[in-house]
Nanobody, 120 residues
């Protein structure tokens, strides 16, 4: 069974940086598209950034130029480098990954989330 575990969240002042990590474990053949979503209080969950196995990326307009998504295929890990953080970035960040398992079945997995709080 595949699991995604996020880490790297925490408290940071506006203008600061955080680096989120999402490590996948289990019977993994390959990891296809991966991404980070966030869910802030009173708001709907939104896509923050995504990256394909080929390295193509997609970002929410609000984070372009500040956030960078990357992946280390050897470690089955995806990262989200967040710079110039703003209070509005406060949310629970969730890792998402489309993973091909040992059964040769592709499934969309979600992590449990990591809290990011940006103070003003």
């Amino acid at each position: 069974q595949v699991q995604l575990v996020e880490s790297g969240g925490g408290l940071v002042q506006a203008g600061g940086s955080l680096r989120l990590s999402c490590a996948a474990s289990g019977s993994i053949v390959s990891i296809n598209a991966t991404g980070w979503y966030r869910h802030a209080p009173g708001k709907q969950r939104e896509l923050v950034a995504a990256i394909t196995s080929g390295g193509s990326t997609n970002y929410a307009d609000s984070v372009k130029g500040r956030f960078t998504i990357s992946r280390d295929n050897a470690k089955n890990t995806v990262y989200l480098q967040m710079n110039s953080l703003k209070p509005e970035n406060t949310a629970v960040y969730y890792c998402n990954a489309d993973i091909l398992g040992s059964s040769w079945t592709s499934y969309d997995y979600w992590g449990q989330g990591t809290q990011v709080t940006v103070s003003s």
